[in-house]
């Protein structure tokens, strides 16, 4: 075989290659915000105006409820936050590389805080099922918890069973085998 045919060969692979790189790295997400896309996720900064001071909203009670030390977004308490402040921290993590030595931590804060998702209570409705506001009959459930879910409620009174579930309805839904779910299915319907 001739030198010629050899470079010749040994060139179109390389080029091949450099160009099969080069397409590749245009392809990855450079940011949070083409993370967030890539990964199925709907952003709530692009909603439109009204749909969207409803949504920061929903994300605001979301976050008072579930926010952990982990995935709070600011030093402030969950019940100082507002949802301007998350809506303005949003903006700002969108634009953060992926080259950033925070960015896993920002994005997956950004997945829980900028992206639109469904709470229970939403859930709920869509099933057409409605939490009861009758504390008497929610506190004769009370018996019939487990101890874990009597610990976290912390009193047989059905004011405060009516407080956890109300306040449980505000949390992500993660789908029909999630736990908070089932409770407040369990414990916490009205009966219809």
Known sequence: MSKTIILGSIAGITGTGTCGYAAYKMMQPSNV???LIRNGFKLTLELGKPEREKAWNKVLETY????SEKTKIENKATTEIT???????CLKAMDIKTKDKN?????????????IY????????FENKTLSTDTTSLSSKYDSMPQDLKTAISGKEGEKVKNWCEKTSKRFFLGPEDTNYKNLVNYCLANT
């Open 103 to 115: 960015y896993e931590s920002i994005y997956s804060k950004a997945a829980l805080w900028c992206v």
């Open 83 to 89: 949802a301007k402040d998350i809506e303005d921290w």
């Open 64 to 67: 008072k409820v579930e926010a």
């Open 33 to 35: 915000r083409e993370s």
């Open 118 to 125: 469904t709470s229970i209570s939403e859930q709920l409705k």
